[in-house]
């Protein structure tokens, strides 16, 4: 005994003088990942190798503490860094259970461990372990330890501290979590890959009620508390870029900005990045998007399972091998991967990850119906081992349904500076993250007519100017190739029309008939003014019915001209850059609407133009959109294209403009009646619900210049009253093979113009 202890003392001396300095845990400056934020406050993204939030000990809520000090290393307020009745205790159990089953490292060991030595299980490491020790606890206060093991410690998905775990586990700060909760996160340190909640379901669960059962042991808890611990259903989040808020798209641009501007140091030093977007439209956004995509997936049936698993060592419904079947295969937010124990055209019982079995029966089978009869295909059918996706309806009912193959993109912003309100690139950014609000290039179809009419009101149109809708065909000659006989897209043709209502119904060949008048390139001229690249917009009659190609956010901007009286702006969507204590490192200032180096169009221009797309959704393709959303201070525009391959709805109020696109991200034919208002138009309306809901009815206030006409309708004998510019016609004119096209009434003496006054439309049109 002596010479042991004299060995002991001979190591301490020769050692101890070569222990590391505390210099890194008496300036502890950890990693702090780069972080998003929305313009209101709330984490949207988060970046880094080590996700961290320190919090002072202060902050630590008192059940986490406890929690803590139960899993542990319950005498740490007691024992100076090396806790002798838990090592006689470890042995002990040791000794009796015939094993290495119990460790006795204190917090201030694994402290020691953490910042200065490797996990290897050597003597010499424990004795450096146990020195190490005893210097900490000699150099700081337990306090100021216990903070370093709170904000230090891996616990599993990249989460580093108690606080990111909090965040990544259960989506929500750590003062908020239950005792359950913590439990179920003090349970980690011991094994962070064997314990995890989201990879090891089952053994976290046994870790936690082992926790809980010591912190109830050690009166932290009560029996009360205890019992409905026990009991709590703890909602687990299986993705860690899941933040509560569905911003993930926003959150890869804003990170690609820092990026560009801090390189490799973004992601430790702790800079934020905060963005124009708001949470509650931005989640608006997201769920009209899932919504209008799921809406139409539903509409082209059940396409089958998404695969199939071997069960032939599945022995029971709780076996561990069905979760091993479900590790890979992620979930996609509600919709839930499950694989089916058993399928008939009556039954279908799955289990879900975690271990919940589902029965679908009647009507929740109605959708996959055909799939279940004997015979479906071979490679489809659902039967046992089928891997299929579950969701629950607004009832709260378990359905059938699938992961969509069409995407889809939206965007929204203040047409005054351009700030991003809303963004969603996409269905699922874990699964596609090709952003298709900035980066696909697609057909813009019909709603590229608006820029053509406005090319037309320069050129001495008006709204009252009559053009046939009828069938044309043009030469060979003409197109330089081969003759083209285009069609409107319902086939119908209604003869003379006036150019407000030509673009209420989507009318093509009006469209062709003007930009044939006033010339393709002039119209491509016009169309660069908004934003749109000349390249991209041959001069063809083909740019009459949008054959070029834009992306979502060119449309943005070129609508916000419309919106905000003729002035391009341009969208952003971060708005400074911050420091890890709050400093500005970097601002963008916007260029607002109303400096006149802005503008784009005439500002009569834009208010006529915003007149002629208010009837597009009070009385034109858009009509749902008046009657859904009980307003009529809404304009805008829909777009489908040749053969429906991409569906458009490009819209705005005053205070905010909004497009919303679907289609597939390999160009191909959506299916019959897939239009710009039956696909496109629901998701721009679920957003709008939102952001105009406290926004009172506005107009844009008609600029100087303008005067009225009394024209006629070649639909009926009513006469109407239209705007015109004030000086009459510009100097160019049509073309002489079109001029009949010409607005035959004389301008009217110059009256007051005043916002043209709408009617609440009585019936929805649906194409």
Avoid at 283 to 309: I, P
Avoid at 672 to 683: D, F, I, N, Q
Avoid at 714 to 724: A, D, M
Wanted: hydrophobic share 40%.
């Amino acid at each position: 005994m002596i010479v042991t202890a004299a060995l002991v003392g001979i190591i301490t001396i020769l050692i101890f003088p070569q222990l590391p300095s505390l210099d890194v845990l008496t300036d502890y400056q950890p990693k702090i990942p780069l972080r998003v934020y929305s313009a209101d406050g709330h984490l949207i993204g988060e970046f880094g190798e080590e996700r961290r939030n320190v919090v002072r000990i202060q902050d630590v809520p008192v059940v986490m503490k406890q929690a803590i000090l139960a899993a542990e290393d319950e005498r740490f307020y007691q024992h100076p860094g090396i806790d002798t009745l838990g090592v006689l205790r470890a042995a002990w159990s040791n000794f009796t259970s015939g094993g290495k089953r119990q460790g006795a490292s204190t917090i201030t060991m694994q402290v020691a461990r953490n910042f200065f030595l490797s996990s290897e299980k050597t003597l010499t490491r424990k004795i450096y372990e146990a020195l190490l020790a005893f210097k900490i606890e000699h150099s700081l206060s337990k306090d100021e330890i216990f903070q370093l093991y709170v904000n230090q410690i891996y616990l599993g998905q990249r989460a580093y501290g108690f606080a990111a775990a909090a965040q990544i586990y259960f989506g929500k700060p750590l003062k908020d979590i239950s005792p359950a909760e913590a439990a179920m996160l003090a349970g980690l340190p011991k094994a962070p890959s064997a314990y995890n909640p989201v990879a090891n379901p089952k053994r976290a669960r046994l870790r936690q009620l082992y926790v809980l059962r010591r912190m109830h042991e050690l009166r932290f808890i009560d029996d009360a508390g205890y019992k409905r611990a026990e009991t709590e259903t703890l909602h687990v989040k299986r993705d860690v870029n899941d933040f509560g808020t569905h911003a993930a798209y926003v959150a890869e641009m804003a990170r690609q900005i820092a990026y560009e501007r801090y390189q490799e140091d973004v992601y430790s030093l702790g800079i934020k990045v905060i963005t124009t977007v708001v949470r509650d439209e931005q989640e608006a956004a997201y769920v009209a998007l899932r919504k209008a995509v799921m809406d139409y997936d539903r509409r082209h049936g059940y396409r089958g399972a998404e695969s199939y698993a071997d069960m032939s060592n599945v022995k029971s419904e709780q076996d561990e091998e069905l979760e091993d079947i479900l590790t890979d295969i992620d979930d996609s937010d509600t919709l839930l991967a499950a694989v089916v124990l058993e399928a008939s055209p009556a039954r279908v019982r799955a289990y879900l990850r975690g271990g919940e079995i589902v029965t679908l029966a009647g009507d929740t089978l109605k959708f996959a119906s055909r799939m279940l009869e004997d015979k479906a295909p071979t490679n489809k059918r659902l039967r046992r081992g089928a891997v299929i996706r579950v969701v629950k309806d607004e009832k709260g009912q378990w359905q059938i349904t699938q992961l969509p193959e069409v995407e889809a993109g939206f965007v929204a912003a203040s047409p005054i500076d351009g700030a991003i309100r809303a963004l969603v690139g996409g269905f699922d950014f874990n699964r596609n993250k090709f952003n298709h609000v900035t980066q696909a290039w697609r057909q813009p179809g019909s709603s590229f007519k608006p820029f053509i009419y406005s090319a037309a009101l320069e050129k001495g149109y008006t709204p009252a100017s009559v053009v046939p809708d009828e069938p044309i065909v043009i030469s060979a000659a003409e197109t330089g190739s081969q003759a083209w006989e285009p069609k409107n897209y319902d086939g119908k043709y209604e003869g003379p029309m006036t150019l407000r209502t030509a673009l209420a119904k989507s009318k093509n060949m009006v469209s062709i008939r003007l930009l044939r008048s006033i010339g393709p390139h002039y119209a491509q001229e016009h169309a660069t003014r908004f934003g749109f690249d000349a390249d991209k917009h041959p001069p063809y009659l083909t740019l009459a019915l949008g054959a070029g190609s834009v992306t979502p956010w060119q449309q943005l901007a070129a609508y916000s001209v419309f919106a905000n009286g003729g002035y391009r702006i341009q969208p952003f969507v971060v708005k400074q850059i911050v420091d890890s204590h709050d400093k500005v490192l970097a601002r963008f200032d916007p260029s607002v609407a109303g400096d006149e180096s802005l503008r784009a169009i005439d500002a009569r221009n834009a208010y006529i133009m915003d007149s002629m797309m208010h009837e597009v959704t009070l009385r034109g393709t858009a009509a749902r959109a008046a009657v859904q959303l009980k307003r009529r201070d809404i304009a805008g525009k829909t777009g489908t294209t040749n053969d429906y391959v991409d569906a458009w709805f490009c819209g705005y109020h005053p205070t905010v403009v909004g497009i919303a696109w679907i289609g597939f991200d390999q160009p191909r034919r959506m299916g019959g009646g897939e239009t710009g208002g039956s696909a496109a138009l629901p998701m721009w309306i679920g957003y709008m619900e939102k952001a105009l809901r406290n926004a009172p009815e506005s107009y844009m206030e008609a600029p100087e210049g303008l005067t009225t006409i009394q024209a006629s309708d070649p639909s009926g004998n009513t006469p109407v009253r239209e705007l015109i510019y004030k000086e009459g016609l510009p100097t160019e004119s049509p073309s002489p093979e079109e001029k009949h096209v010409l607005p035959q009434q004389a301008p009217a003496p110059v009256q007051e113009v005043k916002p043209r006054p709408v009617e609440r439309p009585t019936a929805e049109k649906k194409n």
